[in-house]
């Protein structure tokens, strides 16, 4: 989908305090804004072999996810991630939804959604529309008089016509 986060990559960490010094020192640059300097360090790095380029990618998109303090959330699932879990898991069961309901496919799903379908849905439903109302009220009062009337009429003549033409 296109509104999905994904999940960050684990990251391969080195067990060379220097080369962690570097990350950290390339991490605290970048939380401060500094991003070409940081990936400048990260670079320096991975030419010196401290890092291999695999984990230069993964910090990138730590970096990218707002997670900057890569030793300390290596071992675990970064904060901002857990809320998002439950996000893609609800955003999930409404695809799924629309699929089983409309008969789509993922993609016009997915479509609908991002084009704010769900949320304009919601919206008429939570708004008072006079007309809705009026509807139910004329669905409860059931069909007009004139029209039960000529109903009638047109099945007495149908049933006459049908016994003219056994005769």
Not at 61 to 70: C, L, Q
Request: charged share 30%.
């Amino acid at each position: 989908m296109t509104g999905s986060v994904a999940k960050l990559p684990k990251l391969q960490l080195p067990k060379d305090d220097a080369a962690r010094a570097r990350l950290v020192e390339a991490s605290e640059l970048a939380e401060s804004g500094d991003l070409k300097a940081a990936q400048q360090i990260l670079k320096e790095a991975v030419s010196s072999g401290q890092i291999p380029p695999p984990l230069q990618r993964q910090v990138l998109s730590w970096w990218s996810a707002g997670e900057y303090d890569v030793l300390q959330s290596a071992g675990k699932a970064p904060k901002k991630d857990q809320p998002t879990e439950a996000k893609d898991d609800d955003m999930e069961a409404q695809v799924v939804k629309l699929m089983k309901e409309k008969q789509w496919s993922r993609k016009e799903a997915c479509q609908y959604i991002d084009e704010g379908g769900l949320d304009m849905e919601a919206m008429r439903a939570e708004m008072n529309n006079p007309m809705d109302e009026a509807f139910e009220k004329l669905k409860q009062q059931g069909p007009p008089q004139w029209f039960v009337e000529a109903m009638t009429n047109a099945q007495e003549k149908a049933k006459q016509e049908e016994t003219k033409a056994e005769e």
